[in-house]
């Protein structure tokens, strides 16, 4: 059994945002919730200024605190190391939020997209509602351009009044590919695969960098790595010119 695990190299990483967009369009993610994510910060006094863009995700801790607290095993561990949810189970007391320290889980506090459920017409007397929308093109199953490869092991729109998170695109993972996020990267900053092959790119990387993961000193044992850091190019500053 693999025990799958994500390392992104923060080099490659140019703070596009790609990830984070093809997250919402494989996983149906409703607004206000984020399974794939990020920290920024900008330092320094202009004109020296960075901007640091950190990609974050559920992390898919071997020792899960958002699992240990789920009084109906509804947040539960795949045998490859997924922390996997199962909304059936989920009685929505939001236990698992409140111990994640990495606020990766979100709760469902309306029905999902919420947008394509308003009968009013966008335009009056000129456009469709967007409900009418929704139901035309898929029985309004949540939004029209809704993916419904995403049902296969999760509802394809989570219910209101129970959590959800990133799975590491466990449906995808199953059929053999891989997650979205890491197929639309366009700089390869995220590589995906597993930690039981000693060959394996992620064991490669883990061996050449130095990783670091977010909050280690809790125990959490994470499986997403981060290596490297944004180092630019040296360049000369010029007044304007070439
Ligand atoms: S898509 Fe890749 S390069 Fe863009 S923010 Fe995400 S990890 Fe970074
Ligand atoms: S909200 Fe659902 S998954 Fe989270 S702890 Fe409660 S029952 Fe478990």
């Not at 202009?46 to 071997?62: A, D, G």
């Not at 509602?129 to 296969?152: D, H, L």
Request: charged share 25%.
């Amino acid at each position: 059994m693999p025990k799958y695990a994500m390392v992104i190299d923060l080099q490659r990483c140019v703070g596009c945002g790609a990830c984070s967009i093809a997250c919402r369009n494989e996983n149906n993610v409703p607004d206000g919730i984020y399974w794939s994510n990020k920290i920024t910060e900008t330092a320094g006094t202009f004109p020296n200024v960075r901007f640091h863009y950190l990609p974050t995700l559920c992390n898919h801790c071997s020792d899960a605190p958002c699992v240990e607290g789920c009084p109906t095993k509804a947040m539960h561990k795949l045998d490859n190391g997924i922390t996997m949810h199962d909304p059936d189970k989920c009685i929505g007391c939001r236990y698992c939020q409140y111990n994640c320290p990495y606020e990766v889980i979100y709760f469902n506090w309306q029905d999902p997209h919420k947008f394509w459920r308003n009968p009013k017409p966008v335009i009056e007397g000129g456009t469709s509602s967007p409900k009418e929308m929704a139901q035309t093109v898929n029985n309004g199953n949540g939004a029209p351009y809704s993916n419904p490869g995403r049902g296969k092991t999760l509802p394809e729109n989570r219910p209101k009044g129970v959590v959800e998170k990133c799975t590491f695109c466990d449906h995808r993972i199953k059929v053999g590919e891989i997650p979205y996020c890491v197929e639309a990267c366009p700089a390869d900053a995220r590589i995906f695969g597993d930690l039981d092959k000693p060959d394996s790119k992620v064991n490669r990387l883990l061996g050449k960098f130095k990783p670091y993961r977010l909050k280690e000193r809790l125990g959490t044992e994470p499986n997403v790595y981060y290596i490297r850091s944004f180092n630019p190019a040296h360049y000369q500053r010029t007044k304007g010119g070439i």
